[in-house]
């Protein structure tokens, strides 16, 4: 079965520069998320859209922005990096039944991108 | 705000020794409590979602069960490919997004 697809899988960028992170959702999935895991903590999230409108917000700095296409792939843009944005950046996505806050739609993870901060 | 703690936050079992994990969450009007199962590196992959106390669900070694204050996955009969961390996670009223719990660090030995 298709699964979610983030691309790139590792990335090193130095201070202050720009990052793009892409997603690719499970198909007919409509709703993608957006976290980060920091080394030895739990994921922490970002954000979420639902049929490319923002659905959630997390703990995303400002520095950060994120967005969901016509075709439901998501990306995240991550500017003026800082040391402290080194961590693994996962996309997750599920699929919504009939309403915004129906129960049972399982969030599945992809593989993660490494993004270190030079 | 939603609140999930995870105990212990690691566990060392001998193959075959079976035992119990636990996740209490304080959460405002509960809609999933998930079970995951992370490797190192990799993506949380997922393994169970409880929706009411009481309920239960099975795969393979694990069982997962669910109180209207914690859940427990219970590991019988572990074997090493069972080392992992396990993330506990619960999604709430207020949005569709998962708050984790610092997960427990579970290593198997032969």
């Known amino acids: 079965a298709a699964g979610v697809i983030q691309s790139p899988r590792h990335l090193i960028k130095e201070k202050r520069e720009t990052a793009t992170l892409k997603c690719y959702p499970i198909?007919?999935?409509?709703?993608v998320y957006w976290y980060q895991q920091g080394p030895g903590q739990d994921p922490q999230f970002l954000i979420s859209?639902?049929?490319?409108?923002?659905?959630d917000k997390g703990s995303i700095p400002d520095r950060f922005s994120a967005q969901q296409f016509s075709d439901y792939h998501s990306e995240l843009n991550m500017s003026s990096l800082e040391l402290g944005d080194s961590a693994l950046y996962f996309c997750a996505s599920s699929s919504l039944d009939s309403g915004h806050f129906t129960s049972g739609n399982t969030i599945y993870f992809g593989e993660g991108s490494w993004l270190t901060v030079v | 705000e939603d609140q999930v703690t995870q105990s212990p936050e690691a566990l060392r079992l001998q193959e075959g020794e079976s035992s119990s994990l636990n996740c209490s969450y304080t959460?405002?009007?509960?809609?999933?409590l998930f079970w995951y199962r992370q490797d190192p590196g990799k993506g949380p992959e997922f393994l169970f979602t409880?929706?009411?106390a009481g309920e239960e669900k099975e795969k393979e070694r694990l069982k997962a069960t669910l109180t209207k204050k914690e859940s427990f996955l219970h590991i019988t009969a572990p074997k090493p490919e069972d080392s992992a961390t396990y993330l506990c996670?619960?999604?709430?009223?207020?949005?569709?997004?998962?708050?984790f719990g610092g997960g427990t660090r579970l290593m198997v030995k032969p």
């Open positions: 859209f639902y049929e490319k409108m923002q659905s």
């Open positions: 409880l929706y009411s």
């Open positions: 996670a619960v999604r709430d009223n207020a949005g569709n997004m998962l708050t």
């Open positions: 198909p007919r999935h409509d709703t």
């Open positions: 959460v405002s009007g509960l809609r999933g």
